[in-house]
């Protein structure tokens, strides 16, 4: 199984943590999209997306999309489960993760990013302006979805699910970039425990090896 990556993609970041809590081996191989690795023919072939993550090595595969790659985990190696079986916390599950991989991510990530530099030529405080923007009217929803589904250590139940996969790495960007995060107690307080843990430690972009130093 081999996972096709880059270290401070967080959409990469969550499919590394799935990973790491089923203790499924795989190698990893470093997709540089600073410099448009992904749009190389031969991993367009692989996938057509032409994103990161994707999976490959697999008899279903190969997979793009982070999240239809956690859901193919759990169906092939269902323990432990990061989708659960019970109808609420199934729900609430896919609601936050939904709410972070559907709502925040794709309007602050690498790509639009640099078409706000490069085509419209937005300044750098307006970048920001716009990264901070979104991240709080996500976080301030995700909030509330904590709160309602009872979050303590991990965003929903008393074990790690796709919406801790989906929070960490999104909340670490946000802490990157510099954005206020005082506004939301729970959020944080999942990211720390879940920071704590060795597979999301195992995960993190400080420990690939396609790691590159600011």
């Not at 432990?80 to 991989?101: G, S, T, W």
């Not at 307006?126 to 709080?136: E, G, L, P, R, S």
């Not at 960490?168 to 843990?197: F, G, T």
Request: proline residues 7%; aromatic residues 8%; contains cysteine.
């Amino acid at each position: 199984m081999k996972l096709y990556s880059f270290f401070n993609s967080s959409a990469s970041y969550r499919v590394r943590i799935a990973l790491e809590l089923k203790k499924i081996k795989y190698d990893l191989q470093g997709v540089n999209i600073r410099l448009g690795e992904q749009n190389a023919p031969g991993y367009r072939e692989l996938n057509p997306i032409a994103l990161v993550p994707a999976l490959d090595g697999v008899p279903e595969g190969p997979v793009g999309q982070s999240l239809a790659i956690i859901d193919y985990l759990d169906q092939k190696y269902p323990e432990p489960r990061l989708i659960p079986q019970q109808l609420k916390q199934r729900v609430q599950v896919l609601e936050i993760a939904y709410a972070i991989a559907c709502d925040i991510h794709p309007v602050n990530n690498m790509r639009i990013l640099k078409y706000l530099n490069n085509e419209l030529q937005v300044s750098a405080e307006q970048k920001q302006d716009w990264y901070a923007h979104w991240i709080a009217e996500g976080l301030q929803a995700v909030e509330q979805l904590l709160a309602n589904a009872g979050a303590d250590k991990f965003c929903v139940g008393n074990t790690a699910t796709m919406a801790d996969c989906c929070l960490i790495p999104q909340w670490a960007n946000a802490a990157r970039m510099n954005c206020d995060l005082s506004a939301y107690p729970l959020c944080r307080k999942v990211y720390e425990h879940c920071s704590s843990l060795p597979e999301f430690k195992a995960a993190a972009p400080e420990n690939q090896p396609d790691y590159l130093k600011p």
